[in-house]
């Protein structure tokens, strides 16, 4: 009796797209993934309550020694608005020029919408919700929720993220947590804050990720399919 013919491999490609680096690939799954998340941290926000778990949180990060600030305020500048064009330049004279145009749209539209979004749920700065926060350099202006530096991170980091090296993706995500974390160390900010800033962006980069596939004509996207 002949033994049955073995099984095909899986591919590693078919696999890639039931894991979650594969699934977040895809711009709709993160356009609603951080759009999910930023309805759910703004709406606990709303109660301008801290909880025990992100009270927790936020001392642990915001109680690290003073002797961190200064490395602390180099990383939060990859935050600002003024990272955008800087990112965006940086690809520019790289030759990749849909990427600066890509990143100067996200990083700027995630600051200018944090904005909208601090207006509307309008949730205080940590000092006035916990007593005992540790402020840092100059006290932030406005309200808390959500963080634009942790938006505004993640907006450049996922949009940058497929063009990069191994070493210069590593090196990005790591950077991108760690925008949000010194905006929590110097007080500024609570966790719910930069969990809804990094949903904003991620959401952000997603719609612009999608607005430019169906800008793309059919061809030349599936020319580009065959080649990646």
Same mark, same amino acid.
């Given at each position: 009796?002949?033994?049955?013919?073995?099984?095909?491999?899986?591919?590693?490609?078919?696999?890639?797209?039931?894991?979650?680096?594969?699934?977040?690939?895809?711009?709709?799954?993160?356009?609603?993934?951080?759009?999910?998340?930023?309805?759910?941290?703004?709406?606990?926000?709303?109660?301008?309550?801290?909880?025990?778990?992100?009270?927790?949180?936020?001392?642990?990060?915001?109680?690290?020694?003073?002797?961190?600030?200064?490395?602390?305020?180099?990383?939060?500048?990859?935050?600002? @608005? *003024?990272?955008?064009?800087?990112? !965006? #330049? +940086? $690809?520019?004279?790289? /030759?990749?020029?849909? =990427?600066?145009?890509?990143?100067?749209?996200?990083?700027?539209?995630?600051?200018?919408?944090?904005?909208?979004?601090?207006?509307?749920?309008?949730?205080?700065?940590?000092?006035?919700?916990?007593?005992?926060?540790?402020?840092?350099?100059?006290?932030?202006?406005? @309200? *808390?929720?959500?963080?634009?530096? !942790? #938006? +505004? $991170?993640?907006?450049? /980091?996922?949009?940058? =993220?497929?063009?990069?090296?191994?070493?210069?993706?590593?090196?990005?995500?790591?950077?991108?947590?760690?925008?949000?974390?010194?905006?929590?160390?110097?007080?500024?900010?609570?966790?719910?804050?930069?969990?809804?800033?990094?949903?904003?962006?991620?959401?952000?980069?997603?719609?612009?990720?999608?607005?430019?596939?169906? $800008?793309?004509?059919?061809?030349?996207?599936?020319?580009?399919?065959?080649?990646?």
């Amino acid at each position: 009796m002949s033994l049955p013919p073995p099984a095909p491999p899986r591919s590693s490609a078919g696999h890639a797209k039931r894991s979650p680096a594969g699934a977040l690939a895809d711009p709709r799954v993160r356009l609603a993934a951080g759009t999910v998340v930023m309805l759910a941290t703004a709406m606990a926000a709303r109660r301008n309550r801290v909880s025990r778990c992100e009270a927790t949180a936020f001392r642990a990060v915001n109680g690290l020694p003073d002797s961190l600030y200064r490395p602390a305020w180099v990383i939060m500048q990859l935050g600002t @608005l *003024g990272a955008a064009p800087a990112s !965006a #330049g +940086v $690809a520019w004279l790289a /030759g990749d020029r849909e =990427l600066a145009g890509r990143l100067l749209a996200g990083g700027t539209a995630t600051w200018a919408l944090s904005k909208l979004v601090k207006r509307i749920v309008r949730r205080p700065r940590p000092a006035i919700l916990l007593p005992g926060t540790h402020r840092r350099g100059p006290d932030a202006a406005g @309200l *808390g929720y959500l963080s634009g530096h !942790a #938006g +505004v $991170a993640v907006a450049l /980091g996922a949009a940058a =993220l497929p063009r990069l090296g191994p070493a210069a993706r590593a090196l990005t995500l790591t950077a991108i947590p760690a925008v949000g974390l010194s905006r929590v160390y110097v007080g500024a900010h609570l966790p719910l804050d930069i969990a809804g800033g990094a949903a904003l962006g991620l959401a952000i980069d997603a719609a612009l990720a999608l607005a430019h596939e169906h $800008a793309t004509p059919p061809a030349l996207r599936e020319a580009r399919q065959v080649t990646g």
